[in-house]
Structure formats: structure tokens, C-alpha cells
């Protein structure tokens, strides 16, 4: 297993989802993401979405910060070469797709897969899996 952080970041003054109804566009978010990491990893589950919007400037203008946390299986990751780069890079691909359609033009500022370490106490050592 692997964690995933994604953060991703949209402007603009309209969105296909509303300001008001943060709660309800993390719970989209979370599904939709879930089948898009299931897709290419065969096993995920998404920790955490957080999205927050900046107040409107006068123009109207909005920032919409996304933060996503998830698990992911690497022994089926479905693009190769599996690399960590690769991986990011199909994630955020895919990732952006998405959140485009639902709040315009999207950044994804990071995509980090970090290995999911186990702390050995017998040996004092930690063992990471990537």
C-alpha cells in the first residue's frame, strides 16, 4: 500500500458546483476519485477530500483549494512503467479530468505517492514499500 496526496488548485467565477455546498462536492469528489484510483490501482480508498473557496473579490473571482488523501494497492498498478513518476503523472492526469469538469480551469499543484511504512520493533527498523 501507498499513500496518496493530491492538491490541486481552480480560479474562477463560476463553478459547476456551488460555494455553499462544500460537504456535499467533497462527497462527489471523494466517489468519483475512489473509481479513478480503483481504475488504475485495482484496490484504493480515499482517506480525506477538503475543499475549500476564497472569499470573491470584487471581480467576482473565486480560488477553490482541493486537497486529497487516499490508500492505493501497488501490485496492480495498470500503466506502465511502474514508477513513481508514472504513477504521480497518470494520477494527476486523470485527476484533472475530473476536476475540471466540475470547477473549470484546474492546477494540480502536487501529487505525491509516499510508501506505506511498517515499523518493525523486534529488528528497530522501519520497511517501506514502493
Avoid at 68 to 97: D, H, N, Y
Wanted: aromatic share 8%; proline share 4%.
Amino acid at each position: 500500500m501507498c499513500h496518496l496526496h493530491i492538491q490541486a488548485q481552480s480560479y474562477g467565477r463560476v463553478f459547476e458546483v456551488l460555494p455553499e455546498e462544500v460537504e456535499g462536492t467533497e462527497l462527489m469528489v471523494e466517489e468519483t476519485v475512489s473509481h479513478i484510483l480503483l481504475d488504475l490501482f485495482g484496490e484504493a480508498m480515499v482517506d480525506d477530500v477538503t475543499i475549500h473557496f476564497s472569499p470573491a473579490s470584487r471581480m467576482g473571482q473565486r480560488d477553490c483549494f482541493i486537497q486529497i488523501q487516499a490508500q492505493c494497492s501497488l501490485q496492480s498498478f495498470s500503466v506502465l512503467p511502474l514508477t513513481k513518476e508514472t504513477m504521480e503523472f497518470a494520477v494527476g492526469e486523470r485527476v484533472r479530468s475530473l476536476l475540471k469538469e466540475l470547477f473549470g480551469p484546474v492546477t494540480i499543484e502536487s501529487v505525491m505517492v509516499q510508501p506505506f511504512c511498517i515499523n518493525d520493533s523486534e529488528e528497530k527498523s522501519v520497511w517501506c514499500h514502493i
